[in-house]
T-cell receptor, first 116, second 113 residues
Framework: NAGVTQTPKFQVLKTGQSMTLQCAQDMNHNSMYWYRQDPGMGLRLIYYSASEGTTDKGEVPNGYNVSRLNKREFSLRLESAAPSQTSVYFC???????????????FGEGSWLTVV | AQSVAQPEDQVNVAEGNPLTVKCTYS??????LFWYVQYPNRGLQFLLKYITGDNLVKGSYGFEAEFNKSQTSFHLKKPSALVSDSALYFCAVRGPGNNRLAFGKGNQVVVIP
């Protein structure tokens, strides 16, 4: 069972470079999310997509853009990387629109990004 | 606003002893509550959730959690800890009508052989 798959697993960028984190889920989920995890801060939501064709900002959207390419795929782009974006990034998905239910969010294995 | 507090940075427990990881929450309305576990260099794995109904929720790997509305708590428990339970544990809450899941900062659990 693949679940949520994200690539790359590890990446080192120089300040100012751009890159895209790819994410795909095979659970036919409607909602997808991008989180970042920093020590002592838990997980913070960057962007989410409640359904195909829609995206919304989370807590920390600055410096990021997203694309919901289709129902399966949700990519995160760093246009001009900064050292403050050094973090672990997690893609996640949930069945349906979770606003009105207790749908569980399922996570990918993470992408470790270092910006030097 | 919705938020979660996990007051202890690290919980140390001897193997075989009961394990408790504390979580309190703040949300408007009835909460949806979740526990996740994260092993080193891995993603978050879902353990259990409370939606409605019985206040005691049973989940994966022998874990359970008790919802206490009056104390706004959702503590995670395991009767007998294993060394393999050593990991980072996250509590999360979502309020009704809210698509965002608010996470606590996480608790590092260390089970001592």
């Amino acid at each position: 069972n693949a679940g949520v798959t994200q690539t790359p697993k590890f990446q080192v960028l120089k300040t100012g470079q751009s890159m895209t984190l790819q994410c795909a889920q095979d659970m036919n989920h409607n909602s997808m999310y991008w989180y970042r995890q920093d020590p002592g801060m838990g997980l913070r939501l960057i962007y989410y997509s409640a359904s195909e064709g829609t995206t919304d900002k989370g807590e920390v959207p600055n410096g990021y853009n997203v694309s919901r390419l289709n129902k399966r795929e949700f990519s995160l782009r760093l246009e001009s990387a900064a050292p403050s974006q050094t973090s672990v990034y997690f893609c996640a998905s949930s069945e349906g629109d979770s606003r009105y239910s207790g749908n569980t969010i399922y996570f990918g294995e993470g992408s470790w990004l270092t910006v030097v | 606003a919705q938020s979660v507090a996990q007051p202890e940075d690290q919980v140390n427990v001897a193997e075989g002893n009961p394990l408790t990881v504390k979580c309190t929450y703040s949300v408007s309305g009835n909460p949806y509550l979740f526990w996740y576990v994260q092993y080193p260099n891995r993603g978050l794995q879902f353990l259990l959730k409370y939606i409605t109904g019985d206040n005691l929720v049973k989940g994966s790997y022998g874990f359970e959690a008790e919802f206490n509305k009056s104390q706004t708590s959702f503590h995670l428990k395991k009767p007998s800890a294993l060394v393999s339970d050593s990991a980072l544990y996250f509590c999360a809450v979502r309020g009704p009508g809210n698509n965002r899941l608010a996470f606590g900062k996480g608790n590092q659990v260390v089970v001592i052989p």
